[in-house]
């Protein structure tokens, strides 16, 4: 244990030898092992446990949501990405928003029909298996864990319940009342209640047996069009059939002999590049302690410059340029860091200046060397909360991400990708001699925009301090929020930072909000983590010679628990 942690450990990692899963619940951590053991590999069992995760955590992920995938090869080191995000309506125009009274002042409702893109996930999850699988199970074997638990029920989580009844609350708050199949008895399941979903069991057999055609066309594409429409949505089958994932090439930056690999846009691993970039300007930060006021005050600073250029540059690179160039530039992080003054907040965060929800994360490493790191969403719990008939899942609400401000570059449009939040990410070393990248570690922190914020506290709670995998999920953290309504950031700081720290962080200027504890501490996202090694213990010029036992950490604020064999 790091001597300057005060926040305990709550329990050690798992250490094992030939594969292993961490997901956020144990029952999908189950179904994923017992695909690694029938003979698949890691890409198999993400898949398996994405599945069994839209089973059991319907508030947070299923198959009307969004996922994303980064699968590194242990043959060839090779790293590549699935953009399995989805695409608004050809419809949804920002005239026709416009025409029906909307305006970037007074967008929908977060829960409305008009904020459903086209579900990314079901297709993800089979170009996954298409692409990076063993080919040694069917698509159906690999699902059929998810269809066992969704047809003979499963016991709901605790923190699972929790937000499953917060997010119901919600929707009945803002007026929808949507979402009846995902209760019991016009009721979320308590904890310990054994929910069903037949409706669900039966959806996702038929996409084992018949792979995408089964969700993009026919009875399950025609419940979702009919659902929209019955609720003032304007997405068409067309719209449905024409969806595609991308196959993508990841974006990386160094950090001391580690190199962290993220997607490109229209997702927010930019915002963990450019902020491990300008932290690169801080030589000090190890000295200046864990989670001290001066360490906090450096990241939290520059999160507010990385956050606000992904506001400004961040968007659908299939209908903007986006110039990842410049902005992964050396010399742009240095002057972006030169804005920092250690003594005072920066009064008002501007992007530069360029001369060129609730989420699941969960990821798997297997016997040979691969690795999956991948991120399913319906974005805010239920997303829209609207069912399809006869499905058993709810429609996502990503669309709400858009920006109703003409020019904007992440305006809405007709068949375009929303900044989009949820990110997997892959650690390699940075300094081997031979082409193929050495396999550090898998890890992903959901959670809306602290995302970007999760992987780098996490990943320097290991390279800067030393600590093990479960440690460095269990720490402390810090979430910086823009609230656009009151034009401020503010500074969240979990229970076990210092009250001192909390006290001379306002005396520089920042809005803090401290303890957070309780269920509150959700904000601080969901974090799982596999890594080859000990690597943090070593000079990371030591990491292609460490033994293959693989380290993993799942993180408290979840139901969920690592699982390796």
């Known amino acids: 244990m790091a001597t300057d942690l005060t926040f305990s450990s709550r329990r050690s990692p798992v250490l094992c030898l030939h594969g292993c899963v961490a997901s956020s619940q144990p029952l999908a951590s189950a179904v994923g092992l017992d695909v690694l053991k029938r003979g698949g590999n890691a890409a198999d069992a993400a898949v398996a446990i994405a599945a069994a995760l839209a089973v059991t955590e319907p508030c947070s992920t299923g198959l009307g949501g969004d996922a994303f995938c980064l699968f590194y090869d242990g043959n060839t080191g090779e790293i590549q990405g699935i953009n399995g995000s989805g695409r608004s309506p050809k419809a949804l125009t920002l005239d026709f928003l416009e025409g029906l009274g909307y305006s970037a002042e007074a967008p929908p409702s977060v829960f409305d029909a008009l904020n459903v893109t086209v579900p990314g996930a079901p297709a993800c999850w089979c170009d996954t298996v298409q692409l990076f699988g063993s080919q040694k199970l069917s698509m159906q074997e690999i699902l059929s864990g998810a269809v066992e638990l969704a047809e003979k029920g499963f016991p709901v989580a605790e923190v699972t319940s929790h937000h499953w009844a917060g997010w119901v609350a919600a929707m009945r708050d803002s007026g929808k009342d949507h979402g009846g199949d995902l209760l019991i008895g016009g009721h979320p ?12 069991a039966q959806t ?13 066309q026919g009875r399950v594409a025609q419940a979702i069009i009919d659902v929209i429409n019955q609720n003032g949505g304007v997405m068409t089958l ?22 962290l690999w993220e997607l490109p846009p229209n997702g927010q691993g930019l915002v963990a590049l450019l902020l491990l970039n300008i932290l690169k300007n801080f030589p000090q930060l190890k000295a200046q302690g864990h989670n001290s006021s001066d360490y906090i005050h450096i990241f939290v600073e520059a999160i507010r410059l990385a956050q606000s250029d992904a506001f400004r540059y961040l968007g659908d690179p299939a209908h903007v340029t986006i110039p990842l160039e410049s902005l992964l530039a050396q010399r742009y992080s240095e002057e972006r860091a030169r804005h920092i003054n250690m003594d005072r907040v920066i009064e008002r965060v501007e992007p530069g200046l360029l001369t060129g929800s609730d989420t699941v994360y969960f990821c798997v490493v297997d016997s040979q060397g691969n690795a999956c790191s991948f991120i399913n969403s319906t974005y805010m719990g239920f997303g829209t909360g609207l069912v399809p008939k006869g499905c058993g899942f709810s429609l996502q609400n990503r669309g709400a991400n858009f920006s109703l401000q003409r020019g904007h570059i992440n305006c809405v449009a007709g068949g375009k990708r929303p900044y989009h939040t949820i990110i997997p990410a892959l650690l390699t070393d940075s300094l081997t001699t031979s082409e193929k990248p050495q396999l550090l570690a898998a890890l992903g922190v959901m959670g809306a925009f602290m995302q970007p914020q999760g992987h780098i506290q996490v990943m320097l709670n290991m390279v800067e301090f030393g600590m093990n995998p479960q440690e460095a999920v269990d720490a402390p953290r810090v979430f910086v929020q823009y609230e656009e309504k009151t034009d401020q950031w503010v500074v969240n700081l979990e229970e076990g930072i210092d009250q001192e720290v909390a006290v001379e962080l306002r005396r520089r200027g920042h809005n803090v909000n401290w303890p957070v504890k309780g269920h509150k501490r959700a904000q601080f996202g969901r974090g799982q983590i596999i890594t080859v090694g000990d690597w943090w213990k070593h000079s ?5 010679s460490q033994s293959r036992v693989l380290w993993a950490g799942s993180d408290p604020r979840a139901d969920g628990c690592a699982l390796g064999y």
């Open 189 to 200: 399941p308590k904890h310990g209640q054994v929910f069903k979903n037949p409706a669900m």
């Open 238 to 259: 067309e719209d449905l059939s024409s969806h595609d994932s991308e196959v993508v090439s990841p974006i990386s930056t160094e950090y001391k002999g580690v190199r």
């Open 204 to 216: 996702i057999k038929e996409l084992g047996e018949r792979g995408k055609p089964a969700f993009y």
């Open 540 to 544: 990371i010029t030591q990491a292609s």
